[in-house]
């Protein structure tokens, strides 16, 4: 059983005990949002920007949203039950926060957002990726993008295509799939940002308009970068333009900087960029603990 701790609209039990209403909007109609935070050495990470973008996401998607101080109450209560109940500390944890529509099996409300969300989270420990794959890298395959431009820019919890791809990557000996938009330009993986090296060593990633999720840890990369004197450039890569393209990584919360060795058949030489994923993780942690909350 998975180890962990969560808490139910206010109730707290361990992760396997903890139980959702059977007609929650999100188990029935896929009506809810999430955000995954890290929790570093007893501190919340980027809790504002987590918080700003779920208020984003529940306005559009017509959920109402909780209080942000009964958020962060809860969010303190299952990290700490996590910590007791922890076999080991965990200098590292993840803490998922979920947002549904309430609890109803009608499709539509009259006053959807007058409807008491059901606010639910779970706290565990992760070991983080292996310095063994941080040293290689990850290979992507590249997969047509199927999700709809109506939901990309909120963190819904509907992955269903996310996982599709994932598994079919997997199945083909890869360890991740990146999209490829009607328009042949690569956006994002499964689960994280596309960060490349052009031609001219300038760190990129895709225009999120319409492409991809505004991520938190993007934005922590891009400030933390800012203060060295250094910017991140929103370009479009198309898929048939790799040759131009120095390396990659992708970005994400509880894995910082990620190298990628290889999209499909083309390979980057990983080994010679060492030194800039390093200093590139290493502002980041700094910049992730600078905007961190005491928990």
């Known amino acids: 059983m998975e180890s962990g701790s969560a808490v139910v609209n206010g109730y707290l039990s361990t992760l396997g005990e903890a139980k959702i209403p059977l007609l929650d909007k999100g188990f029935l109609f896929g009506s809810s949002l999430f955000e995954t935070l890290l929790v570093l050495n007893g501190r919340i990470v980027l809790w504002n920007e987590h918080m700003q973008r779920l208020a984003y996401g529940a306005q559009k998607a017509l959920i109402s ?10 969010a303190r209560r299952v990290i700490q039950h996590n910590i007791r109940s922890s076999e080991q500390t965990s200098h590292k944890m993840q803490l998922r926060i ?3 529509g309430g609890t ?16 639910m989270m779970f706290c565990r420990n992760i070991p983080g990726i292996s310095p063994e794959t941080y040293r290689q890298g990850i290979r992507l395959q590249s997969q047509p993008e199927l999700r709809s431009l109506a939901t990309i820019d909120i963190k819904s919890s ?34 994280a940002s596309f960060l490349w090296i052009n031609s001219n060593s300038n760190l990129c990633t895709c225009p999120t308009f319409q492409k991809c999720l505004s991520g938190t840890t993007l934005l922590a990369l891009r400030n933390a970068l800012a203060k060295c004197g250094q910017q991140i450039l929103e370009k479009a890569l198309p898929a048939s333009s790799m040759n131009h393209t120095l390396g990659a990584a992708i970005l994400s919360s509880t894995r910082g900087v990620v190298p990628v060795r290889s999209i499909d058949a083309y390979n980057f030489d990983v080994d010679s960029l060492q030194s800039e994923f390093s200093k590139w993780n290493e502002i980041l942690l700094a910049e992730q603990l600078e905007n961190s909350l005491e928990i």
């Not at 949203?65 to 809860?74: A, F, G, H, T, V």
């Open 65 to 74: 949203m909780p209080s942000e101080s009964r958020i962060l109450n809860d």
């Open 98 to 100: 979920m947002l549904t």
């Open 104 to 119: 109803s099996a009608a499709l539509w409300e009259d006053l959807p957002t007058e409807l008491e969300p059901n606010l």
């Open 158 to 191: 509907n992955y269903l295509l996310q996982m599709k791809a994932l598994a079919e990557a997997r199945k083909n000996g890869f360890d991740d799939a990146i999209f490829v938009g009607s328009d042949g330009d690569f956006s994002e993986s499964t689960t």
